[in-house]
């Protein structure tokens, strides 16, 4: 059963939504910050949030159980972040922690080409991106991991990530 408790959407395991701006209610703040926990900066999560609910809107039943729903927003919005960061950087990177409901034993596989055209981006650029982009999203550690590992700010490490991912998509362009 789907309740309003103190203004929060409370689902018990096992129930439907209602409709759907409950399910929006229930899970755009979730989705959200695990979109900008990966792409640092709140006009692109913000966006992207929004492309995740209209790429669920039409495909995922309203009579799904909020664990299916919870799940597919999930999967799409990794499909989301991967669209993105290939659109933004010419590859697919993405590297989403902190999910249960994935098995832990699953390995994606990159072809040669990829992971050379990865490298030698990387290799070409300043020392200070390079790490921040490794530790983000080759190691998939978190902002604030990534920051504290660099001993620098999270601020400042979102700021170097967004530019170390405009500088590297500039450089995969100019290698196509």
């Known amino acids: 059963m789907i309740q309003l408790h103190k203004g929060r959407v409370v689902s018990s395991t096992g129930s439907c939504y209602p409709n759907w701006e409950v399910v929006y209610a229930d ?4 989705v ?8 640092g900066n709140s006009l ?10 209209l790429a669920a809107l039409k495909p ?7 664990a299916e729903v919870r799940g597919y927003l999930r999967a799409t919005t990794r499909t989301v972040l991967a669209a993105h960061w290939r659109q933004t950087i010419g590859c697919e990177v993405t590297s989403i922690d ?11 596989a ?10 030698r981006v990387l290799a070409a650029l300043p020392d200070t991106y390079r790490r921040i982009l490794e530790l983000r999203f080759l190691q998939g550690r978190s902002i604030k991991e990534s920051a504290t590992q660099m001993g620098v700010t999270v601020a400042n ?7 170390a991912l405009r500088l590297a998509a500039t450089f995969n ?3 196509e």
């Open 157 to 163: 490490a979102k700021i170097l990530q967004h530019r």
């Open 60 to 66: 995922l039943r309203i009579t799904a159980t909020v």
């Open 98 to 108: 902190g999910l249960t409901d994935l098995p832990q034993d699953v390995e994606h």
């Open 173 to 175: 362009k100019a290698d």
């Open 110 to 119: 990159v072809d040669s080409a990829t992971a050379q055209q990865v490298h």
């Open 32 to 39: 959200y910050r695990m979109i900008f926990a990966r792409v």
């Open 44 to 53: 692109d999560a913000e966006d992207l949030t929004a492309e995740v609910f």
């Open 27 to 30: 899970n755009a703040n979730w």
